[in-house]
Nanobody, 126 residues
Framework: QVQLVESGGGLVQAGDSLKLSCEASGGTFSRHHMAWFRQAPGKEREFVAAVNFDGRTKDYLDSVKGRFTISRDNAKNTVYLQMNGLKPEDTAAYYC???????????????????WGQGTQVTVSS
């Protein structure tokens, strides 16, 4: 059973940066497709960014392109989300997710992922 533990959330001001981390255990991380989703109060959980098993393919929600960067370190079983230029509308609980998949298709739908972390809260004040 894969376990995902997120860290790095917090309260920041608009324009600040945060880096989220997600450490995986219980599986072969280098064979897992990884992503971040987020959910704001009263809204649906939405895709934010994803990276394939070897880090060569990435995809982003349009509203975070150019501000957020997803990366992974397979030696550390960790995926990261660097968030720059944060905006109040980025306020949400951020979830790390994974699926056992070795390929170059980037999954953007919740139903495509098998494992979910507990989430870390990001709050951006204006």
């Amino acid at each position: 059973q894969v376990q995902l533990v997120e860290s790095g959330g917090g309260l920041v001001q608009a324009g600040d940066s945060l880096k989220l981390s997600c450490e995986a255990s219980g599986g072969t991380f280098s064979r897992h497709h990884m992503a971040w989703f987020r959910q704001a109060p009263g809204k649906e959980r939405e895709f934010v960014a994803a990276v394939n098993f070897d880090g060569r393919t990435k995809d982003y929600l349009d509203s975070v392109k150019g501000r957020f960067t997803i990366s992974r370190d397979n030696a550390k079983n960790t995926v990261y989300l660097q968030m720059n230029g944060l905006k109040p509308e980025d306020t949400a609980a951020y979830y790390c997710v994974s699926k056992n998949y070795v390929g170059y298709y980037v999954a953007r739908f919740k139903s495509e992922y098998d494992y979910w972390g507990q989430g870390t809260q990001v709050t951006v004040s204006s």
